[in-house]
Structures are given as C-alpha cells and as structure tokens.
C-alpha cells in the first residue's frame, strides 16, 4: 500500500471541508456550552460554501477527473483501482446535495431551536450525512458506494429520530432502519456476487471485463454480474423509494422532522441516483439490451403507483412523498434513455425537482406549531395521537395536513406564493424549472426509441396535477381558521428565497442546461444495442462519442 | 486477476452464504421482535462476509478480505444506532415488537 499523496486527498476535500465544518461545531458547542444559533449556521455554512466552490471548480473536468487509487494495483490487473472519482458528474450532483444541504440547516435550525433541541447536534448530524451523501456521489468502486450509503443512513437514522420523546419520529426511524439496513445486506451481497464474477469492484474496471474489447467475459461471468445488478438496484432502489421497495418512504417522510423530509427527498435522492448512474452505465452499460427492459417497467410502475397513492392522501407529508416516488420513476425514464442525453435530463431534473422539494418541505416546516388548536384534523393521520398523551409533546406539532394550509394566501402571502411556485414546479408547469425537466426527459425518451415510455410519463405528469393543485386551492381559496401569524426567521426566508429564485433562475439561462450536459460525459461504456434506435442515429449520440472506459488511467 | 469462472471458489462457502443470507432476510421480514430484526440484519451482512472472503480467497487475492473490515465498522455503527433507537422506542412505547409500531399509515 502506498499512502495516499496530497494531491489525492485534495479529492475528498469537498467532503472533509464537510465533515470539519461538523466537528467545529460540535466543538464550539462544547467549548461555550450553550449554544450560539449564529455562529452553528456560520460556520456549517461556511464549510458547505467552501465545499461548493471545490465542486464548483471540477465542474469541467468531464470524465477523467482526479481520483484517489487503492494500493495493490497488481492484483487488480496493473491498473491501479479507483476508489472516488471527483468528475463532472459527481460535481453536479455535490453541488445539488450542498444546497440541500444549506438549507437544511437554516431552516431546520429555526425548527430544531422552537423545541429547545440541541442545535449544534441537529447541523453536525445534517452535514455528516452531507458528506457520506458527497463520497457516494463521487464513488467509483462498488465498496465506496456501500460506505458511502451506510455514511448517510446511519446519520440519517439518527435525524429522522431526533425530537425526543416523540413517538412517530422514533416509528420512522425505527422503520427507515430496518428496511435500510436490508437495502445494505442486498447492496452489500451484489458487491460480493460482481466482484465474484469479475475479480474486482472497480465500477470502471467491471465495465470492461463485463464487456469492454479485453474483457471477453464469459456466459457465467455475465449471469453471476447480473444477478450482482439485481441485488444493487434493490440496494438503491430502497434508496431512491422505487416501487416495489418504497413502503418505508411514506411512512418515513410522514414521522421525520419536517426539515428532514425535505433533506431526504432532495439529497438522498440525488446521491442515489448519481451512484445508479455508475452502476448501470459504468459497470453494466455493456450488458444494458439485457437490463434496460427491466428498468423501464420498474420506471411505469414506479410513477403509476407512486401517483395513484399520491391523489387519496389527507396528510401532505404522505402526499408530498408519494409524489417523490413517482418524482423518482421520471428520473429512472431518463436513466433508461441515458444513451441519448438522458443523464443530464435526469441532473437538470433533480436540481428543479430537489429545490422544489426543499421549498414545498421548507414552507411546511415554518408553519409547524401553528396547528395546536387544531389536533382534530390530525387526528384521522395519527390514529393514537390521545395514546402519547401521558407524555409531554416535544414541542409543538408539525403542520401536515392541507387544514393547515387553509387562507395561508391570506395569512402569509409570501410563504403562499413560495409553495405555489414549488408546486407548480412539481407538476412540470410551463413557466418553471420543473416544466425544463420533465421537457428534457420526454426529449431523451422520445430520441432513445421509448416513445412508449415518453407517453407513460405525459399521462402521469397529467394525473399528478391533480394532487399537486389542491394544496394551491387550500391555500387561495379557503378562509384562515386561526389568527396566529408564523414568525419565519431570516435565515429560512433567505433560503426560502434562494429555492424560488433558483426555480426561477434555473429556467431563465441556459447556463445550468449546458452545465448538466458537460456533466453527461462521465466515464461510461457505450451501449451495445440501443432498444429501437436506428445504427446511424445511434452514432450521432453522445454516448457513442464518450470516452470508452478503457482510457481512463 | 483470475476471475471467477476460471477458478471456481469451492461451492460450499458461497452456497452456506446465500443459505444465511436468505435465513436473515426472512428473519428481518417475518419475526416481529425488534431484537431478531436486528440479529437478522447482522445475519446478512455475515452471510456476505463469507462470500467475500471465499471469493478473495479462490481469486488469491487480499482486497475481498479487506472489504470484510469494511462491512464489520458499518454493521458495528449500524447496530448501535439502531439498539439506541430500541431502547428509545421501549422507553416511549412500552413494547419491543414491531406490530405495535404502526401509529403512522394511511
């Protein structure tokens, strides 16, 4: 083993400057003990910014970014294995987890402080499961995604648990849990079965045994790999809530803290998918005519349920978490029709969708305690709300069902107005960022030859609205019940602010558009047969262009 | 690097692996104590370790070992933080059986 040179650590420096912006501030906490709500943001903010100007900066180093190797390069056929890749790829979508990131921390921190929890606990948990969510992203080894994974989740586990003495947080937790920690035996188990069948975990490396020129893999090789592929994407297809691993989703986003709901939809969902990406089209790109009708019906069946559920739900945390179900199948559409652009479809899509996922989940979480005298209409979701009444509540109740919302156009036009636009965004309306998206998705689809898969998506975006506009209807057309006034701090309206300018701002340039498509040219294996794509359109294809794997150092 | 198909490890391990490996996840499925949940799911992150470690060791090579270290800090960080939240639970709900956590449907 050789120890690791400086200019490779310099890669993991995003998530370092991560991981000691968390320490600091438990360290300041300690120090001072009590707690400094301004100097926690300042200097969890800090770290991030200094994280997000590091990705920022390998934004152009397309597919053949720095990495850090493992030693032992022998044994893994000369060429030195790489373990984190810092390439375009992983800068977009570290940029992505960063924002979430932000503003998790700036309005949960008004949340956290309303029910007397420890701040300086609540931010170092949030940024250690940014910077799990950041090496996930960049992994390009089987084993790091694993460790990245678990990095997030166990944080994860802990926030969704965080208000004590709360018994439907500790229930999400507890349900997140084991069904994470099943997602990581079958996550772990596919490393095991790829690894037995090509010697290595090298995402990269897999790709070209699996199928590249000098691979030559055998029938046996290819059955043990696929069978590794199946148990990967159960793996990340509990990650990303796909149906049928997504029964822990409601539940968890219904239970969790609200701010951390929307951290989950926005961040986890990125780094998931990020990491699906490498899998599917790094190490499995070469055997994807045998894989990509599987993902495609995994995709229709993904969005049909994940809206259906979406339209009978009181409870807004549920609906708003079925919708990123469904939200989830859109990006699988795009993964399936990565050959022709479907990665940045899929990058550009989750940044309009985690920002309006960040805002809608924001909006909610500034509204909690607002509820108190209304607990009958919480009453049908939280069936034995009486049951925990020998305990004191933790605090105030979150706000959660559409009542809750009711005259908010009236009450606080502002906060109105930011959830109309992040719903709108949802939906895929023509003015904003999501409407791009969801455009660009349909336009992948439609040139990879899935024309069907395109029409499914159309049908279910139309179905979607339904749920999505009824909260704008609460919200505009229904007299407020209670006078109280939420007070909303500055820091959550800045970040508020930031969700809707970039939804604005993310449609207004084409900036962000030509960014996603730079990032589209991560180190792949071009498909072998392309379903239903003519050979000569098939070569006017990025993906016919990219780099073969084979080049990377 | 000798791949699997021209050295097949001894099938012995690898089948008492995938034998594990299925007992856990029934376990984690079916029983309804939180604690067998959570040997269950040590179960199967085990079940894998075999199968690393017998991989690694037909290959001749070290890294499928090293993977082990990995896998045993993740289940050891695992497990505590999911026996905190059992405690936690029972201390709140009175009960360690996971029928009786299901305030939250709909």
Redesign the interface.
């Known amino acids: 083993m050789t120890p690791a040179s400086l200019p490779e650590l310099l890669v993991a420096l995003p998530a370092l400057a991560v991981v000691m912006a968390a320490l600091l501030v438990v360290l300041v906490e300690a120090l001072w003990r009590r707690t400094i709500a301004r100097l926690i943001d300042g200097i969890a903010l800090a770290g991030l910014g200094g994280a997000a100007f590091l990705e920022a900066l390998s934004l152009r180093a397309g597919d053949g970014g720095p990495a850090i190797y493992r030693g032992a390069a022998a044994a893994s056929g000369g060429a030195a294995a790489a373990l984190v890749r810092q390439d375009a790829l992983a800068a977009f979508g570290g940029l992505l987890i960063l924002v979430a990131a932000a503003f998790t921390v700036l309005v949960g921190g008004a949340y956290v402080a309303r029910r007397g929890l420890r701040q300086a606990e609540y931010t170092a948990v949030v940024l250690f499961a940014a910077a799990g969510m950041l090496l996930l992203g960049a992994a390009a080894d089987l084993i790091m995604i694993f460790l990245g994974v678990e990095a997030f989740s166990i944080a994860l586990y802990v926030l969704c648990a965080f208000r004590s003495g709360d018994r439907a947080g500790y229930e999400a937790a507890l349900k997140y849990f084991v069904l994470g920690s099943l997602a990581a035996g079958f996550l772990l188990y596919g490393t095991a079965l790829v690894y037995g069948a090509t010697g290595s975990t090298e995402l990269a490396r897999v790709g070209q045994i699996l199928s590249g020129p000098d691979g030559g893999a055998t029938a046996g090789q290819q059955t043990v790999g696929l069978a590794g592929l199946t148990l990967l994407l159960v793996g990340l297809g509990f990650k990303m809530a796909l149906v049928p691993f997504h029964h822990w989703a409601p539940d968890v986003y219904q239970g969790a803290p609200t701010p951390i709901t929307g951290f989950m939809a926005a961040a986890t969902k990125t780094a998931a998918t990020v990491a699906l990406i490498r899998v599917l089209w790094t190490a499995f790109g070469g055997l994807s005519a045998t894989w990509l009708p599987a993902v495609a019906a995994l995709a229709v069946v993904t969005m049909v349920v994940g809206n259906l559920a979406a339209i009978v739900q009181a409870d807004l945390k549920r609906m708003l978490a079925y919708s990123a179900i469904a939200q989830a199948g859109y990006v699988l559409v795009a993964l399936v029709a990565a050959a022709t652009g479907g990665v940045a479809a899929a990058l550009y899509y989750l940044l309009a969708y985690g920002l309006a996922k960040l805002g809608a989940f924001g909006v909610l979480a500034l509204l909690d305690g607002q509820g108190g005298g209304r607990a009958a209409d919480a009453a049908a979701n939280v069936a034995d709300a009486g049951a925990a009444g020998e305990r004191p509540a933790a605090g105030p109740r979150d706000a959660t069902s559409l009542a809750d919302l009711a005259g908010l156009g009236r009450t606080q036009p502002w906060l109105a107005a930011t959830m109309t636009i992040c719903l709108m965004s949802l939906v895929g309306l023509p003015p904003m960022a999501g409407f791009l998206g969801k455009w660009m998705i349909f336009q992948s689809a439609v040139d990879g030859g899935w024309m069907w898969l395109a029409i499914v998506l159309v049908l279910n975006t139309a179905l979607s609205a339904f749920y999505y506009l009824r909260p704008i209807g609460w919200m505009y057309m229904v007299e407020p019940k209670g006078d109280a006034v939420p007070e909303v701090g500055s820091g959550a309206s800045f970040a508020l602010t930031v969700a809707v300018l970039g939804l604005v701002a993310a449609l207004v340039s084409g900036g962000i558009v030509r960014v996603a498509r730079a990032a589209d040219a991560f180190d792949r294996r071009p498909p072998d047969a392309p379903a239903g794509l003519p050979p000569e359109l098939g070569t006017a294809t990025p993906a016919a262009t990219a780099t073969p794997a084979g080049t990377a150092p | 690097?000798?791949?699997?198909?021209a050295v097949l490890?001894p099938a012995q391990p690898?089948m008492l692996a995938a034998l594990l490996?299925t007992i856990?996840?029934a376990g984690?499925?079916l029983r309804r104590n939180?604690i067998i949940?959570l040997m269950s799911?040590e179960l199967?992150?085990n079940?894998?370790n075999i199968?690393?470690v017998a991989?690694?060791r037909a290959?001749l090579?070290?890294?499928?070992q090293v993977?082990v270290f990995?896998?045993l800090t993740?289940a050891a960080?695992?497990v505590a933080?999911?026996l905190a939240?059992?405690v936690?639970?029972h201390r709140?709900?009175g009960s360690s059986d996971?029928d009786d956590?299901?305030?939250?449907?709909?």
């Open positions: 690097m000798i791949p699997l198909a490890p690898l490996f856990g996840a984690v499925l939180i949940v799911v199967m992150l079940a894998v199968t690393l991989v690694s290959m090579q070290l890294d499928g993977f990995f896998s993740i960080a695992e933080v999911g939240l059992v936690a639970l709140s709900l996971v956590v299901s305030s939250l449907r709909g």
